[in-house]
């Protein structure tokens, strides 16, 4: 079974970190990107971050640059996104999923989901910031 799995969401305070992580299972990770994106109460799907195949090429969305990191390790299967400096606007629920093509290598991945086809998507992992 093809299938990514969220885990590390939590409550955290203002200002606070989380470490979230994307797992593979069932397929090896080395030969896709990994995109995540979050659910928040009463808005639409909107995409946070995304890293390529290579790992070489980052790109995230506005509201989270210079906040979150996304990087891989593939020897664990594993892509990550580090958030740092949360806000309670952070509050969602966060789901990872992989591109075809690889559309990671272009900043405005998030934009038009037309771009690509997006599968495996994990039950995604709530995240609440909240003092």
């Known amino acids: 079974q093809l299938q990514l799995v969220e885990s590390g969401g939590g409550l955290v305070q203002p200002g606070g970190s989380l470490r979230l992580s994307c797992a593979a299972s069932?397929?090896?990770?080395?030969?896709?990107?990994i995109g995540w994106f979050r659910q928040v109460p009463g808005k639409e799907r909107e995409g946070v971050s995304c890293?390529?195949?290579?790992?070489?090429?980052?790109n995230h969305a506005d509201s989270v640059k210079g906040r979150f990191t996304i990087s891989r390790d593939n020897a664990k299967n594993t892509v990550y996104l580090q958030m740092n400096s949360l806000k309670p606007e952070d509050t969602a629920v966060y789901y990872c999923?992989?591109?075809?093509?690889?559309?990671?290598?272009?900043?405005?991945?998030?934009?038009?989901?037309?771009?690509?086809?997006?599968?495996?998507w994990g039950q995604g992992t709530q995240v609440t910031v909240s003092s």
């Open positions: 999923a992989v591109p075809t093509p690889d559309i990671c290598v272009r900043s405005d991945w998030y934009s038009d989901y037309t771009l690509a086809i997006w599968d495996y």
């Open positions: 069932g397929f090896t990770l080395d030969y896709y990107g």
């Open positions: 890293i390529s195949s290579s790992g070489r090429t980052t």
